[in-house]
């Protein structure tokens, strides 16, 4: 049973709809942020390996790389070794999206921490940085305790 009722997700989803209401202002979509994330984690790849990142269909990448081009948060450049292929970049206007969604988030973290009493609070950091570090550990790993793990199955 999942003592936490999953409310860690249903957090994270409250400060994504805020967030997404602030970055309105900037024309930027759920779906064109995750883009430009995980550009920013892969500056010059393509629009094939920003589909297969964002387990996205291509098309789709496609068209978002293309909107993004023209709100001027991604450039292409000619790939040095195939001219057929662009390779794209975030441009410093996507850098500047990544802070104000960060500060968006830490402000709406700090609100939801300041109804906590001193004490409450650094338990809680401390709390979540342990949970942090164990899926980080988890996920780097490739989820060795969800993913491929046929102890118990009627298989063995």
Do not use: W
């Not at 999942?2 to 759920?30: N, Y």
């Not at 790849?45 to 293309?66: G, V």
């Not at 949970?131 to 550990?137: E, F, P, Q, V």
Request: net charge neutral.
């Amino acid at each position: 049973m999942d003592i936490t009722e999953r409310k860690i997700t249903k957090i994270a989803r409250e400060a994504e709809k805020l967030v997404l209401c602030s970055l309105r202002e900037d024309g930027v979509g759920t779906a064109e942020i995750d883009l430009i994330h995980a550009l920013r984690h892969n500056p010059g790849c393509t629009q094939a390996k920003l589909a297969e990142i964002l387990h996205a269909d291509k098309a789709a990448i496609a068209r978002r790389t293309k909107n993004l081009e023209a709100k001027g948060f991604l450039v292409r450049k000619d790939a040095p070794d195939d001219r057929r292929s662009q390779l794209i970049f975030p441009t410093e206007r996507a850098a500047k999206l990544k802070s104000s969604k960060a500060e968006i988030e830490s402000s709406f973290y700090e609100y939801l921490t300041g109804t906590l009493t001193h004490e409450e609070a650094e338990t809680f950091a401390r709390l979540l940085d342990r949970l942090y570090t164990a899926s980080k550990a988890e996920s780097r790993a490739g989820f060795p305790h969800f993913i491929g793990n046929t102890e118990g199955s009627e298989n063995d």
